[in-house]
């Protein structure tokens, strides 16, 4: 699929997504909080699917503290 239709795609949600809810949730993934902007492409992939990419789920293995991303 062409990147073309993939953000053409990502705005529907987006868009279908806050209207029904609001464009800043804050949501566990993975054991890790996330501070979202449905309106952001990255955060609506880990709001979508759990995470943008894996590298970013396995920080949780070198963080001792509750951080929110």
Do not use: H, P
């Not at 062409?2 to 809810?21: D, G, M, P, V, Y």
């Not at 949501?27 to 449905?38: A, F, P, S």
């Amino acid at each position: 699929m062409r990147t073309k239709n993939k953000i053409f795609i990502a705005k529907i949600l987006s868009k279908l997504l806050t209207f029904f809810i609001s464009k800043n949730q804050i949501v566990v993934r993975n054991n890790i909080k996330w501070c979202l902007d449905l309106n952001e492409g990255i955060d609506l992939s880990v709001y979508l699917f759990g995470t943008s990419e894996r590298k970013i789920s396995n920080l949780k293995n070198y963080c001792q503290e509750k951080i929110i991303l």
